[in-house]
């Protein structure tokens, strides 16, 4: 604390006895954020589980408000409290992480600080995500099996394909794949996925009962088949492309 002189210190533990006793009587005023109050008491209802669940949520979000209220200012109570042990001990002012004075400005906009602006923990923004996120990302993955090799069965996102074939607000400027041109085609991966077919060209080539009446529907599959084949018609007859087919 040598580069602090006594006035610059005692305004400096002013601040944070200020700090201190705003931070308690914060904390006193309305019983820890309304903690301390069930939430039984709080919704004034005899069950939580009742027939609007709509409401507990809104009461759950506002517990889980008042948790992280209570949470920030007991981190900045304890903080206080440490700033206040530190000048007593004679440390107060040295950054903890290099040994380096903080500067008086620095002290004076931060009082409860440990560290210098360099070594400041806040400069690193916090790679952490909400637990719930596990669940949540990636799209469907609770119920999408595409990776699985030892998983065929009808999943999650087959059920939203379905669901979407009937319609959406999404235009096939926002498909997933590429070259979508057709609100037909909007379906989530429809254009690589075979569902009933072995391979890709059974799906727009087709007979009848007989095998006579050959036809074909134009669909995705179709037109990619069709693209490349002229591609392919394209590089032969300029002599670039293979005779191997």
């Known amino acids: 604390m040598d580069h602090l002189t006594q006035t610059e210190l005692q305004n400096l533990e002013d601040k944070l006895l200020e700090r201190k006793q705003e931070l308690e009587r914060e904390l006193e005023g309305n019983d820890h954020f309304g903690i301390e109050a069930s939430l039984r008491d709080k919704t004034g209802e005899l069950s939580t589980n009742d ?15 008042d948790l992280s209220l209570l949470e920030h ?24 992480t290099c040994g380096a004075p903080i500067d008086v400005e620095r002290l004076n906009a931060l009082p409860e600080t440990a560290h210098c602006r360099e070594h400041s923990p806040q400069q690193s923004v916090s790679a952490r995500r909400p637990v719930e996120e596990e669940l949540l990302y990636p799209p469907f993955g609770r119920t999408s099996f595409d990776e699985r090799d030892d998983e065929t069965e009808f999943d999650g996102e087959d059920a939203w394909q379905i669901l979407e074939s009937y319609g959406t607000s999404t235009s096939p400027a926002f498909a997933e794949e590429n070259e979508v041109d057709d609100y037909n085609d909007l379906e989530i991966e429809a254009s690589s996925e075979l569902d009933g077919f072995t391979e890709e060209f059974e799906s727009f080539v087709a007979t009848d009962i007989y095998g006579e009446n050959k036809c074909f529907f134009r669909n995705g599959a179709y037109r990619k088949h069709m693209k490349a084949t002229k591609h392919l018609a394209s590089e032969d007859s300029l002599g670039t492309g293979s005779n191997e087919y």
């Open 73 to 96: 200012a007991e981190m900045n109570l304890t903080r206080v409290n440490d700033a206040l042990v530190r000048m007593q001990e004679g440390s107060y002012g040295i950054c903890e």
């Open 51 to 65: 027939n609007h669940p709509a409401d507990v949520g809104t009461e759950m979000f506002e517990r889980s408000k």
